[in-house]
C-alpha cells in the first residue's frame, strides 16, 4: 500500500507540484490561488505531464512504467537539489477555505458514483479499443504494435483473416479498432490517438486491469472539477459549485464516468485551458498562457474535433484589439508548436483515424482552404484594430452571436424535421440534448447563453465563442450512430457542462444579491450583506433543486449498474485454456455472432496468438492448407465459434474440446430513443481442436441442431436454446445452412425436423425451401409440432457429392417473423423456423 502511494505521488502529484513553482513573474499570483485550486492544478499539470511522457517514450518504443517512474523522480530530486529554498511558493500562500467544501464533495461524489467502471475490455466498439490500446503500450512499450501472429502469417493465406482493403492509409484490420499498416513488418495501430491510452496505461502500472479500467473515473472527477474552477471565474462559486454538482450527477456524465471514453479526458483539457487561459488574462504573463496552449494543443492527441477549439481560441485572438483580453505571444508561440506535434502525428501515426476530416479538406480546397483561412484571420485582426471597425464589432458582434444561438435553439427544437442530408438522429440532436438536461434546464440554458453571451461576450471570448462553436458543430451533425446513452457522448465534451453552467449562472443571475436587495427597497450597498448572501445562494439551490432531483431520478438505474460484470472472470477462464503456443481461430462477425469481440482482449491483454477468420465460409483447399502449415508451426490450432462458420474440409476434422455458456448485463441502447432498463447478454461458445488429415467418413449422418457439438455444421442460425420439454433446437434466419461434413454414397434421403414455433396468423406460411449443394430439393410446409420433413435426394447429385467427398451445405430459405413487432415482445430478431435435427441416410 505504501509503495502504491508513492506511486501515485510520483505520477499524480510530484511533477505539477514543481511545475507550479517553477520560476517567474506569476509566482506570486501563483502563490494567491486558493488552496483547492492549487491542489488541482498540481493533480492536472502532473497527469498531463505523465501521460504525455508515456506518450513521448511510446512513439520512440522505451516507455514502460518503472522507467516513467524512474524520470518523475529523477526530474523531482534534480529539482530538489537545484532549487532548494527556492521552491517554496512566496508568502502569503492562501490556506484552505470553505470554498474548498466544493471540490472535497465533488471528489467524494467521484469515488462513490463512478467506481467501480464497467468491464468493458471486449471488442467490437470504442471503448474496448481504448483498454486494448492502452493496456498494449503498457505490456509492449510501444504506440506502433509489432504484433508478431500479423507478420507470421504466410503472404497465400493472409487474405483468410486480413484481406487487403485497398487503403492509402491502412492495409487491413487486425481488429475492430486496429489497423493493420504493414503486414510483412506486422506494425498494427489503435484507431484512436493515443493521449488517452497512456493514461489507461498508467492506471495499468498501478493497479492492473483494475486500474486501467478505473482511468476513466479518474478523468471524470477531474472534468468535473476543471469545470467547476473555470465556471467560478466565470459565474461565481455559487453558481459554478451548483453546476458541478448537477453535471457531477447527471445520467450521461455519470454513465461515461464508468465507460472508457475520451470525452471526459477533453472535457479536463478544454475547461482546463479556458481556466488557463482567464488567469493569464488576468495576470497577464507568460504562465497560465504556457498552460492554456500546452492544454488545448495537446487536446489534438485526444480528439481531432478539439480543433473547434483552437479555432475559437484563434477567433479570440483575432478579436483581442476589440476585446482587450490577450493572451500574449507566448501562448500563440506554444500553441503552434505543440499543435504543429499534434497534426504531423496525426496525418502520419494516426492517418487512418483522420482519413475522414482530412479527406473532407481536401475536398474543400486542402492547403488552399487552410491558406485562406490563416489570410482571413490576419486580415480581420487588422481590421479590428482600426476604431471605425473596432466600435460596431464591438457592439454589435454580441447581439448578432445572442441572437443567432437564440433563433438556432428556437429552430432545433420545434422545426427541424428530417429530410434532405438531414437524419433522423441529426434534426432529434437538440431534442435529445434535453432528454439529459430536462426541458426546464434546456430553456434556462438557452436562456442564459443568450444572455451571457450578450452581456459578457468581450469579458472572456474564449469560453463565449468555445462553447457555441461545439454545440453549433454537433448539433448540427451528431456524427454518431443515434444509440442512447452512445450519443450522449458528444455532449460531454462542452456542451452539457457548458449548458448546466450557463443554467447556474442564469438562476444565480435572477436571484442575485442586488436583485433581492432591490426587493427590500435596500440600497445597492446592501447587497454585500451575509444576510442578502445566503439568501441568495439557498434560494439558487431550491431553484434548482427540482432540476437536480430529475437527474438523479434518471440516475439512479444506473449508478450501480456495472456494464458487462462478469466479462473478465469468463474471458480469464477462457485464457487458461489456451496454450501459450497454441494458435485460436475466432469466428468472424460476418458469422453473425459476437464472439469476434473476445479476440482482441484475448490477444492484447492475455498474450495469447490468434487470427480473427475474414469470412464465415472460408475458401476450403486455402484454409485447409493453412491448418496444415499451422499444424507443424503451433502445439494446437483451435478454433472458437459459437454457429456461423463453414470451416471444415474433407482434411481438416474438428475434435469438441467443450463449449460454454454465460450472460451479462447490458444497458438498454435503442436507437433515437431513452434507454429502458438492463437486459442480460448472452454468449455461447465452443472450442474445437483442428486436426490435419482425411478422415474416414461413411454410414448416416446424424445431427441434434441445438447440441453441444453443431458450431461447425450451422451458418446463419440464431443460438442454441432449450425448449420447455427439454428439447434443444436453434432458430433458423431468412436464410440459413446446415453443414454436412460428407454425404455417404448410398444416401437416399435427407430428413429435418422443424417446428415454425408459435408463428403468428398474420405471418406468412413457415413455409421451407430445401436445396442440397444449391440443388433444389423442395418445400415443406412446417406446422406447429415438430415433425420429420423427409426429401428424395437424386441419385446422380449423391454420386457427384460423394466422389467430391467434400462437406456439403443443405440450405434453407423461409419468410421470417418478428415476435417484438407481432406481439410486443422484448425479443426483436427476424426468425424463420425452428430446426432440431437433421438426418442423412
Known sequence: MLLLAIQILLVAWLPGALLLRLPGRSRAYRASLPFDERLFWSVLLSLVWSTSLVLLLASFDRYSFDRLLTINALLGIIAVVAGRQRLRLPRPVRGPEWRALVPAAIVALGVWLYFPPSEYIIGGKDPGAYINEGIQIAQRGQTVIRDPIVAEVPEAFRDLFMPDHGQDTYYSLRFMGFFVQDPDAGTVVGQFPHFYPASIAIGYGLNGLSGARQAIGVWAMLGVLAVFFAGARLFGVAAAAAAALLLAINVAFVWFARYPNSELPMQTLLFGALLAANRAREVRTSY???????????????????????????????????????????????????????????????????????????????????????????????????????????????????????????????????????????????????WYVTPVGLLLATAGAVYFVWRDLWRDPTFYLTFPAFTTFFFYKTRIVPEHFWTARRFLGVALPAALLLMAGAVRTLLAPERLARLRGASWSNASSPVLQVASVVLMAAALAPVGYAYWQATAPVARHVEYAGVIPELERLAARIGDNDLLLVEGRNAGTDLHVFATPLAYIYARQLLVLESAAPDRQRFGAFVRWARERYDRVLFLGGGGTDLLTKTTRAVPLGGHRFQVPEYDSPLNAY??????????????????????????????????????????????????????????????????????????TLTIWMNRGGRPASAPPADVEVALDDHVLGTVRVDDATAPHELELPAALVESLADSGEPVRVRLRVSTWNPAEAFGAPDTRDLGVMVTRVTLQ
Open 675 to 748: 434507454p429502458d432498463g438492463v437486459h442480460m447478454k448472452e454468449f455461447e461458445f465452443g472450442l474445437y481442436a483442428l486436426e490435419a488429415g482425411i478422415e474416414s467418413r461413411t454410414g448416416p449422418f446424424d445431427l441434434q441442431i441445438g447440441g453441444d457439438a453443431d458450431d461447425l455444421h450451422v451458418v446463419r442460425f440464431h443460438a442454441r436454446e432449450t425448449h420447455a420439454d427439454g428439447t434443444r433446437y436453434r432458430w433458423s434466419t431468412a436464410q440459413s445452412f446446415l453443414v454436412l461434413p460428407y454425404v455417404p454414397e448410398d444416401a437416399r
Open 288 to 434: 497560465f498562457a504556457v498552460v492554456a496552449a500546452l492544454l488545448l494543443g495537446l487536446s489534438l492527441f485526444v480528439r481531432y474535433e478539439t480543433l473547434i477549439a483552437i479555432a475559437a481560441f484563434i477567433g479570440a485572438g483575432v478579436l483581442a484589439p476589440v476585446s482587450g483580453q490577450r493572451l500574449g505571444r507566448a501562448f500563440g508561440i506554444v500553441l503552434a508548436a505543440t499543435a504543429g506535434l499534434a497534426l504531423a502525428y496525426l496525418a502520419g501515426t494516426m492517418q487512418a483515424y483522420t482519413a475522414l476530416p482530412l479527406g473532407f479538406i481536401r475536398n474543400m480546397g486542402g492547403w488552399w482552404l487552410v491558406g485562406g483561412l490563416a489570410v482571413a484571420a490576419v486580415l480581420a485582426h487588422r481590421l479590428v484594430r482600426i476604431e471605425a471597425m473596432a466600435g460596431p464589432v464591438r457592439r454589435w458582434l454580441p447581439i448578432a452571436t445572442a441572437g443567432s444561438l437564440a433563433l438556432l435553439a428556437v429552430y432545433a427544437y420545434f422545426f427541424r424535421e428530417v429530410g434532405g442530408r438531414t437524419a433522423l438522429g441529426d434534426a432529434m440532436a437538440f431534442r435529445t440534448f434535453g
